[in-house]
């Protein structure tokens, strides 16, 4: 008898236990009519979009490059495929080349941010292991666009920066120029790349 009273005693205290462990309803939040403009606006390709969509396509370019601003800058020529992604929100661009006297690859993803007003940029290329993330602006017309990222200088090991002028020079050729500090600590232009539509 009082082993079935403890069995009755232990089957009514698990009762509220297992009653706990039933699993609760997924919490749900309707967006009001205000986030979900907010959201909206944040997501949506607008005219700086289309000014990154002028580089989608196959282009040539020829660059040159300064090691030092005393020296002829190094001759190169190569190609660049952009393309737009992910509903026209970004510019996917791979450029290939040669770069002292070795195959060269970078890749850029470029893109407006809605929120902060500013375009961005992530780079990668064959001759690092780092990515460079810059930020920057354009013109209203998207004709020149300036753009400057942290890096690491692969000559000192220490914190550096580089910064980009891109410029239309016609519908069908921009120029890119990437600048950043010389042996002297001042600044010069490293590189120049000139884009021709195919």
């Not at 040159?64 to 510019?91: A, C, F, I």
């Not at 921009?174 to 950043?180: D, H, Q």
Request: aromatic fraction near 10%.
């Amino acid at each position: 008898m009082k082993n079935r009273l403890t069995a009755v005693a232990l089957c009514l205290l698990a009762v509220p236990a297992f009653a706990q462990d039933k699993p609760k309803e997924p919490a749900t939040h309707a967006m009001n009519p205000a986030e979900m403009e907010a959201m909206t606006k944040a997501m949506t390709p607008g005219e700086p979009h289309k000014h990154l969509a002028r580089r989608a396509g196959d282009w040539t370019f020829t660059s040159k490059m300064w090691m030092d601003p005393s020296q002829p800058p190094l001759d190169s020529n190569g190609t660049m495929h952009g393309e737009m992604v992910m509903g026209g929100r970004y510019l996917e661009a791979q450029w290939k080349g040669n770069m002292m006297g070795q195959a060269f690859e970078g890749r850029a993803t470029e893109g407006y941010d809605n929120l902060t007003k500013q375009y961005v940029s992530s780079w990668i290329d064959n001759m690092a292991t780092g990515v460079m993330y810059s930020t920057g602006t354009c013109d209203e017309k998207g004709v020149k666009c300036s753009m400057k990222g942290d890096m690491m200088d692969p000559m000192t090991g220490k914190e550096s920066y580089m910064r980009s002028e891109l410029t239309w020079v016609d519908d069908n050729t921009f120029r890119s120029e990437m600048y950043g500090p010389g042996p002297d600590g001042k600044e010069f232009k490293w590189m120049e790349f000139v884009v021709k539509r195919k």
